[in-house]
C-alpha cells in the first residue's frame, strides 16, 4: 500500500513537471509576437560617420579628407540615449578624441553596434572610420566587462568595412568551428538585411590562419 | 614798394615750405597705408581658411586620443588580457598618429608662413613704384621692404576650449597651468605635453584669437609693440613689416633722409569648431 502510494506521488511529480515545461512552452510561443521588437543584445552603440568638407585645405595637406564618427548608445528599445564620444578620422587615421560621457552599461551586458554612414554615397574615408572606430568601441566594450554581440554594417558597406578590418590586423574565421582556437578578440559582422555576415579575429604570433 | 616785395618772397618761400611738409605728409601717409595694406595681406594669410585655428582644435583631440589611449591599455592589463594586444595596437596607433600630426603642424608653419611671405612680396613688388616721386623741391625714392617678422599676439591664449569629459586630463591640465582660468581656454603658444610615457609627444598650442559667440575675429592692425616674436616652432598668426624710403630735399640727387615706416597685423581668428 506504501509502495503504491509512493508510486502513485512519483508519477504525480513528473506530471507536474512535464506539464510545467509544456506551459512554459505554450506561453513562450504565445508571447513570441507579443516580443517581436525584442532584440538579441541590451544596448545598441551607434557609430554614424560623415564626411566634412571646409577642414585643412591647403597645399600639400595630409590631414583631408575629414570624417567623424559620431558614437551614441542607447537600450536596445532606444531609451537612455547618450553620447559617448566623437572620433576624428584624417585621411582614413585616427587623429583626435572628444569624449562627450562614458559607457553606463553595466557588466555581462550584450552591446551590439550599428554603422550608419550619413555621406552620401559613403566613401573609402567613410569605411576606415567605421572600421576603426569598430575596434576602439570594441576595446572599450571589453574593458567595460560587458559582451560584445553583433556589428551591423549597412548591406553597401559590408565588404569595404571587412577589408579596412583586415588592413588592422584582424582576419576572416574561415576555420571548422571543430578546431580548437585562441584569439583575443573576435568580431562578428552581419549586414542590416541579416543576408551576410562574417567572423573575424585579430592576428596573433600563434593565430591559426596565419 | 620793397616790404611789400619782401612780403611777397616771404609767402612763396612759406607756400614753398609748407607744400614740402604737406608732400612729407602725404607721402608719409600714402607709404604707411602701403605698409598696412602689405601687412594685412601677409597676415590674411597665414590663417587661411581657418587652417590655424583647425591645427590646434585637432592638436588637442589628438591628445586626448592618445590620453584615452594610454588609459585602456593599461585597464586591459589586470582586467580583459586577451585585448591587450588590440589595445596595444591601438595605443601605437594613436602615437603614431600624434608624431604625424606634429609632423604635419611643422610643415603647415612654414608652408604658412611662406605664403604670407610671397603674398607680401608680390604686393609689394606690384605697387612700390607708384610712391616715389619727384617735385622742384623735393624727391621720395621708391620704398624698400627691409623686414618681416613673424610671431603671435601678445597676452592671446589658443583658440582651444578644454574638453572635460576625461577628469583626470583636466586635473593635469590645471595642475600644470595650460589652461587660463579667466578665459577658460587653453593657453597660447604651449606644449602640452602628456606626463608619463607619453611625455615624448609634442601637443603644441598656438596663440589664436578664439570666436566670441561665434562671431570670427577679423584680421587686424594693431601696435607693434603687441607682437610676441615667433619661437619654439609655434604657428605664427601675427607679422611686422618695416619698410624704408628715402627723401631729399634736393630733387636731383640722393642721399636724402631715410624713413623707416612699420606695421604689424594680426591674422583672422578662430572659427566655431565643427561638433
Known amino acids: 500500500m506504501i509502495r503504491l502510494r509512493s508510486n502513485f506521488i512519483s508519477m504525480n511529480k513528473q506530471f507536474i513537471k512535464i506539464a510545467a515545461k509544456v506551459t512554459l512552452t505554450f506561453c513562450l510561443l504565445c508571447f513570441l509576437p507579443a516580443h517581436a521588437g525584442w532584440q538579441p543584445y541590451d544596448w545598441l552603440v551607434t557609430i554614424e560617420t560623415e564626411g566634412i568638407s571646409g577642414q585643412f585645405e591647403y597645399a600639400g595637406s595630409t590631414l583631408k579628407p575629414v570624417v567623424l564618427a559620431r ?44 554603422i550608419i554612414h550619413k555621406t552620401n554615397p559613403p566613401t573609402s574615408g567613410d569605411y576606415a572610420a567605421a572600421a576603426n572606430s569598430i575596434l576602439r568601441i570594441y576595446l572599450d566594450i571589453r574593458v567595460n566587462q560587458s559582451m560584445p554581440c553583433a556589428i551591423i554594417v549597412p548591406d553597401q558597406s559590408f565588404d569595404q568595412i571587412i577589408t579596412d578590418l583586415t588592413k588592422q590586423h584582424f582576419a576572416l574565421l574561415n576555420s571548422q568551428l571543430e578546431t580548437p582556437y585562441q584569439t583575443g578578440a573576435t568580431l562578428f559582422l552581419q549586414d542590416s538585411s541579416n543576408q551576410r555576415n562574417q567572423t573575424l579575429y585579430q592576428l596573433s604570433d600563434t593565430s591559426p590562419n596565419q | 614798394m620793397i616790404f611789400a616785395l619782401a612780403g611777397f618772397v616771404m609767402a612763396i618761400l612759406f607756400i614753398f615750405v609748407g607744400l614740402s611738409f604737406g608732400s612729407l605728409f602725404f607721402v608719409h601717409s600714402q607709404v604707411q597705408k602701403f605698409a598696412d595694406d602689405i601687412a594685412l595681406a601677409g597676415a590674411s594669410r597665414l590663417n587661411d581658411n581657418d587652417r590655424l585655428g583647425q591645427m590646434n582644435n585637432l592638436v588637442a583631440r589628438c591628445r586626448q586620443l592618445v590620453y584615452a589611449s594610454r588609459e585602456t591599455a593599461g585597464l586591459t592589463i589586470n582586467s580583459t588580457p586577451d585585448v591587450q594586444m588590440l589595445a596595444q595596437q591601438l595605443l601605437d596607433e594613436s602615437r603614431k598618429n600624434a608624431q604625424d600630426l606634429e609632423a604635419e603642424r611643422l610643415r603647415l608653419q612654414s608652408l604658412s608662413v611662406g605664403e604670407a611671405t610671397a603674398a607680401m612680396n608680390t604686393m609689394f613688388d606690384g605697387q612700390s613704384d607708384h610712391y616715389c616721386f619727384t617735385l622742384a623741391w623735393l624727391r621720395a625714392g621708391e620704398p624698400h621692404l627691409m623686414s618681416m617678422q613673424f610671431g603671435n599676439v601678445l597676452g592671446i591664449d589658443s583658440n582651444v576650449t578644454p574638453m572635460t569629459y576625461i577628469p583626470a586630463l583636466v586635473n593635469y591640465d590645471q595642475s600644470k597651468h595650460l589652461i587660463n582660468v579667466t578665459t577658460g581656454l587653453y593657453s597660447g603658444n604651449i606644449d602640452a605635453s602628456l606626463a608619463g610615457m607619453d611625455k615624448d609627444l609634442h601637443f603644441k598650442l598656438s596663440s589664436l584669437a578664439a570666436p566670441v559667440n561665434n562671431q570670427i575675429s577679423p584680421a587686424r592692425l594693431m601696435q607693434d609693440n603687441m607682437l610676441q616674436p615667433g619661437d619654439n616652432n609655434q604657428l605664427n598668426s601675427a607679422v611686422r613689416i618695416q619698410l624704408n624710403m628715402q627723401i631729399s630735399a634736393d630733387s636731383s640727387a640722393f642721399p636724402g633722409t ?15 569648431f565643427v561638433k
Do not use: H
Not at chain 1, 83 to 108: D, H, I, M
Not at chain 2, 262 to 268: I, M
Open chain 1, 71 to 114: 558614437i551614441s548608445y542607447a537600450r536596445a528599445d532606444g531609451s537612455d540615449n547618450t553620447n559617448y564620444q566623437t572620433l576624428w578620422y584624417c585621411n582614413g587615421k585616427p587623429f583626435g578624441l572628444e569624449r562627450a560621457g562614458s559607457l553606463n552599461v553595466n557588466p555581462g551586458q550584450g552591446v551590439a553596434m550599428q
Open chain 2, 258 to 272: 631715410y624713413f623707416v615706416i612699420s606695421s604689424t597685423a594680426a591674422t583672422s581668428g578662430a572659427a566655431p
